[in-house]
């Protein structure tokens, strides 16, 4: 393709809204442009093409792995959503809206009703499972902080597959081979990725993990252990139970007067005694369906810190926040000395794995300036979940070795969903035995519109994007330099010709701009590969560089063919 004809509009200047790299070059290089402010973005010609690349690569993927793919509707009837219960749980990211006749619609944020309707109107026997079948289409999510450019957009391209199965063990075949097949489009994509254990929501256990891409700009947490292959979203990370080098404080069960002493710190250096032996008793409203809400404690070490969606699941609530004063006095706690064991009525209570046979522990009275301590938990009867957020150097549960934090971007996720949605819609087939049962299903998810900003936030550098093999929107970028000097452009449209004989998606920039405003277009655009045909020409030499490192070498003019197509087969 020619530059010249291209709409390509590259700018010098940074948008206003964007600090991430990927934010700002996707804007500057022309791929993207935002769209009267926040979260919603048109894809310009190259934009476009890098999109249909890395689409092609999960495809191409999807299609060997025996899944097949639909188009369903944007617009969902929302009728399917009160079916599933989800209407009135999404929350202000479902978008509803009526048509003129008064019906309700939303935007689909995600298609799993829409596909279970789709599964139970076409199958009805055994005999038509296992199927796996999956869409690239538009999500619209209106993210309460849309931001990042096309990392959080309220409208974005996402593949969303869903597997309908007869048995679980089926399932968990899919299941294996959607992790096998998502690891393979991340490596072609040229991604430093890590797969991590995830939250799985109320279902719990190991039937969720996500594909995190690298890097300091991510948005979520994640828990690894570099000594063996442990890795966790900070959500579902799990640990080696701690120990406290120094011994547990002896007393005997009693009330202790501690004015003033309403934090762990403060409790900590008044009784002289590890965190680890205090209770961290942290209050929450919980927020249930209907709107319904509750206060509930979650008691943990001392040395410990609440994860939130941890403590959400423990409780099955659809979110927690937090509560102020005036609140806690009405529910009948005394702020700074709460304690798991005297609680008001009416108020929930979650204890921490951790504290299970804990003994000697100081917690709150819920009596201003008191606090009980000698309390023992061994035996005691409670709700004991697990609630804590690993920190960084807590031990590794498989190899006891350190864990550390690192950042990454959620690129993909795949779930184990069960019957979670096709009970609810009543979606059955009919088993060998001629028994109706409802179909075991997972779900399996892509951001597609994501991946351009994840690849570009892993490669980049001061002066652009650099595209990875598979996703550069061309493979080649020759720069003529001067197109009024005759040979440059005989030797430019050659070149330019072979190369696209041999199947290479060459961008050749004939323009008639300075020589540099067509590097810094090349460098911000970001090809793999830039041939310049410049003054050497001369000397019968033209340079080859490559986007990563900007690594120049000057190669003969008659073997510049084969020097780029050695680069780039
Ligand atoms: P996040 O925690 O980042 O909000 P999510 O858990 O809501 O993601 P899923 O519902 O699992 O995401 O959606 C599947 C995939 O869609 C995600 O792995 C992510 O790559 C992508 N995705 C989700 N929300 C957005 C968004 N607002 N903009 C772009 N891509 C998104
Ligand atoms: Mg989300």
Redesign the pocket.
């Known amino acids: 393709m020619r530059f010249s004809k291209l709409l390509i509009p590259t700018t010098k200047e940074t948008p206003n809204d964007a600090t991430l790299a990927s934010h700002i070059y996707l804007i500057r290089a022309g791929f993207i442009q935002s769209v009267g402010g926040s979260?919603l973005y048109n894809f310009l010609p190259l934009g476009k093409k890098v999109l249909d690349k890395v689409r092609e690569v999960v495809k191409d993927e999807l299609d060997k792995a025996n899944c097949q793919e639909v188009s369903l509707s944007f617009v969902t009837p929302a009728s399917l959503w009160q079916e599933s219960g989800r209407f009135e749980k999404y929350g202000k990211e479902l978008l509803r809206f009526k048509d003129r006749k008064n019906n309700n619609f939303i935007l689909g944020?995600?298609h799993e009703e829409m596909m279970v309707n789709l599964a139970r109107q076409t199958v009805k026997s055994y005999k038509q499972l296992p199927l796996n079948l999956y869409q690239i289409n538009l999500?619209f999510?209106d993210?309460i902080r849309?931001r990042f450019g096309?990392?959080?957009?309220?409208e974005?391209l996402?593949k969303?597959g869903y597997s309908f199965h007869a048995s679980n063990e089926d399932l968990q075949r899919e299941f294996a081979l959607m992790e096998e097949t998502y690891r393979k489009i991340f490596s072609r994509l040229g991604l430093d990725f890590r797969v991590v254990e995830a939250d799985s929501g109320a279902i719990g256990g190991s039937g969720s993990k996500?594909?995190m891409v690298l890097a300091d700009s991510g948005?979520?947490t994640i828990v690894v252990c570099d000594s063996c292959e442990y890795g966790a979203n900070i959500e579902a990370a799990i640990r080696k139970e701690k120990t406290c080098v120094t011994e547990a404080p002896e007393a005997i069960f009693s009330k202790f007067n501690t004015p003033e002493t309403k934090t762990i710190e403060a409790l900590s250096s008044f009784f002289k005694v590890d965190s680890h032996y205090l209770v961290k008793t942290v209050a929450k409203k919980a927020i249930f369906d209907e709107g319904k809400t509750a206060v509930v404690l979650f008691a943990l070490r001392g040395s410990d810190e609440l994860q939130e969606v941890k403590a959400c699941n423990a409780v099955g609530a659809n979110d927690l926040l937090d509560i102020d004063e005036d609140e806690l006095t009405k529910a009948g706690l005394v702020a700074g000395y709460m304690g798991p064991t005297v609680v008001p009525e009416g108020v929930g209570v979650v204890l921490d794995n951790s504290l299970k046979e804990a003994t000697s522990m100081i917690c709150g009275a819920n009596e201003k300036d008191y606090h009980l301590v000698g309390n023992s938990f061994k035996g005691v009867k409670a709700n004991y979940q697990d609630i804590v957020a690993v920190q960084e150097g807590d031990l590794c549960l498989y190899c006891a070795k350190p864990l550390r934090y690192t950042k990454g971007i959620?690129?993909?996720?795949i779930?184990q969903l069960g019957t979670q949605y096709s009970k609810p819609l009543g979606a059955n087939f009919l088993d060998e035995n001629g028994k109706a049962q409802p179909m075991i299903m997972g779900t399996y998810?892509?951001?597609v519109?994501?991946?351009l900003a994840a690849i570009i936030e892993q490669n980049h550098d001061d002066k652009g994007c650099i595209w990875t093999k598979e996703s550069a929107p061309f493979d080649v970028h020759i720069i003529i330099s001067n197109i009024k000097d005759e040979a440059q452009v005989n030797i430019g449209e050659k070149l330019y010709r072979e190369l696209s004989n041999k199947g290479l998606d060459v961008l050749l920039d004939d323009r008639k701009d300075r020589f540099g405003a067509k590097i810094k277009d090349y460098e911000l655009l970001g090809v793999p590969y830039g041939v310049i045909i410049g003054k050497k020409l001369q000397d019968g030499l033209v340079e080859l560089v490559c986007r990563d490192g900007l690594a120049k070498e000057e190669v003969l003019e008659n073997s510049i063919l084969d020097a780029v197509l050695q680069k780039v087969l």
Do not use: A, N, Q, Y
Not at 150 to 154: E, V
Not at 410 to 413: A, F, I, R, W, Y
């Open positions: 979260g944020p995600t999500k999510r993210e849309p096309l990392m959080r957009g309220r974005f996402m969303d996500e594909f948005e979520d959620e690129v993909g996720h779930f998810g892509i951001g519109s994501r991946l």
